[in-house]
C-alpha cells in the first residue's frame, strides 16, 4: 500500500468525481478499528498445533500487521464475545465429528491428541459430548452475530455451522465419534429455519465419507487450470456494503480447494447475498448475509495460495503472494466492520 499528500483543491476535486452518480464510487469513513478475535485452538500443552494445517486469516492477519486475539470453547461460553466487534472462525469441525478425518486419520497422534483434548475440555465444561459443547458455542456466536457483531467463516467452519444448527437436539454423530449411535431419522428432524445460510441441503452420515453434507459442492468437472470464481458488481452509492467485500484488482479470482471448496446453489437460502460464483458449475464461493443487528460471510477453500492444501503441508509464505486477490477478500471483511455505521446497516 502506498499513499501520497494531495492539496486541498485536489482532495475536492477527487470527492467531486466520486459523487458523480455516472461513477460507480462512493466515500467510505474508516472510523474505528474493529477488536477482531481468531476461533482457534491454538497450540496443546507441548506447543505444538493442534490441528496440522494452516490457516489463511491467521496468516493475513499476522502478515498485515493487524492484531488480534485468540479465543476458544472456554472463552466463547464465558461471554469473552462480547469484548470483539469481529470473529473468524478456524478451519472447524462444529459437528463434533472431528472433522470426518477418522478414515484417514484416526491413527495419526495429532489426531488422538485433538480428540483426547476436545473430549477433557468438553467435560470440563460440563458437556458429556463434544457434539454438545460445539452446539453451545455455535449459539454463543450466533447470539453474538444478532447483537451486531461480524462472524467470517471459511472452509468447513462454514457448512459444519449451519449443520451444527439446524441439527439443535439431534445426535447426529456415528457411534466412533461420541460413543453411541446416531439417530436413524436425524435428516427428518433437521430444522433449516435455524441456518444462517443453507437450507434442505442432505446430510453425509457415513462416518468412513470425509465430506458432512450436500452443501459442498462434490461434483466438480472444472479442472485446477481452469479453476476461477467471477465476483459480483455492485453500486457502490446504493449497496456499498457488497461492494466494499468484493473490492479487488480482478472480478475473477483464481480457485482453491478445501474440505468445504464451493457450496452447491440449490442449497443457498434464497436472501443470502451471492459475492461470487463460478459458472457453469452452479457452485457459489462467497455468501454473505445479516442476522439480527449483525453480519455473517462464508468463504469457501482453504487458502488462497495453495490450491489443494494437504494436512501438514507447511505454511503459506504471504510475502510470495502481496497481491492475492483471494487473500484480498479476507482483508475486505476485516476493514468492513470500520466502516461508518450507516454504511452497515441500511
Known amino acids: 500500500m502506498s499513499y501520497q499528500i494531495i492539496t486541498d483543491g485536489e482532495f475536492v476535486r477527487i470527492r467531486t468525481e466520486i459523487s458523480n452518480p455516472e461513477a460507480n464510487q462512493e466515500t467510505i469513513k474508516l ?6 478475535a481468531v476461533y482457534t485452538p491454538d497450540f496443546n500443552s507441548h506447543g505444538e498445533r493442534i490441528q496440522p494445517w494452516d490457516d489463511a486469516v491467521t496468516l493475513v492477519l499476522t502478515y498485515a500487521e493487524i492484531p488480534y486475539d485468540k479465543i476458544y470453547d472456554r472463552e466463547v461460553l464465558e461471554g469473552k464475545l462480547a469484548q470483539y466487534d469481529w470473529l473468524h472462525l478456524h478451519h472447524e469441525d462444529f459437528t463434533g465429528q472431528y472433522g470426518k478425518f477418522y478414515r484417514s486419520f ?10 483426547r483434548l476436545q473430549e477433557e475440555l468438553a467435560k470440563s ?3 458429556s459430548k463434544v457434539s454438545q459443547l460445539k452446539l453451545a458455542v ?16 471459511m472452509c468447513s467452519a462454514t457448512d459444519s455451522y449451519d449443520i451444527a444448527l439446524a441439527a439443535d437436539g439431534v445426535d447426529i454423530c ?3 465419534f461420541d460413543g453411541d449411535p446416531q ?5 427428518s428432524k433437521l430444522d433449516y429455519s435455524k441456518c444462517f445460510a443453507f437450507k434442505d441441503f442432505k446430510l453425509v452420515t457415513n462416518p468412513m ?24 458488481d455492485f453500486s457502490a452509492k446504493w449497496d456499498p456494503i457488497p461492494t466494499m467485500l468484493t473490492q479487488n484488482h480482478t472480478r475473477t479470482v483464481k480457485g482453491f480447494m478445501g474440505q468445504t471448496t464451493a457450496f452447491d446453489k440449490n442449497y443457498i437460502k434464497s436472501d443470502v447475498l451471492i459475492l461470487g460464483e463460478t459458472k457453469p458449475e452452479n457452485e457459489v464461493r462467497y455468501i454473505h448475509g445479516e442476522y439480527g443487528f449483525g453480519t455473517w460471510t462464508f468463504y469457501g477453500g482453504h487458502d488462497p495460495e495453495d490450491y489443494r492444501h494437504y ?15 483471494g487473500y484480498r477478500l479476507i482483508l475486505n471483511n476485516v476493514l468492513f466492520p470500520a466502516a461508518e455505521k450507516k454504511k452497515r446497516k441500511t
Not at 484416526?106 to 480428540?115: A, F, G, I, V
Not at 494436512?311 to 486477490?325: A, E, G, M, Q
Open 174 to 176: 456415528a457411534e466412533i
Open 106 to 115: 484416526s491413527m495419526q497422534p495429532w489426531y488422538k491428541e485433538n480428540q
Open 138 to 153: 455455535v449459539k454463543t456466536i450466533r447470539d453474538f452475530v444478532g447483537g451486531g457483531g461480524f462472524m467470517f467463516a
Open 209 to 232: 465419507e470425509y465430506e458432512f453434507s450436500s452443501i459442498d459442492h462434490r461434483d466438480r468437472s472444472v479442472i485446477p487450470e481452469r479453476d476461477y470464481f467471477t465476483l459480483f
Open 311 to 325: 494436512v501438514t503441508d507447511p505454511d503459506t509464505d504471504l510475502s510470495l503472494h502481496p497481491n492475492s486477490p
Open 31 to 36: 472510523e474505528v478499528a474493529p477488536k477482531i
Open 125 to 127: 465444561l460440563g458437556y
Open 183 to 187: 439417530d436413524p431419522d436425524a435428516q
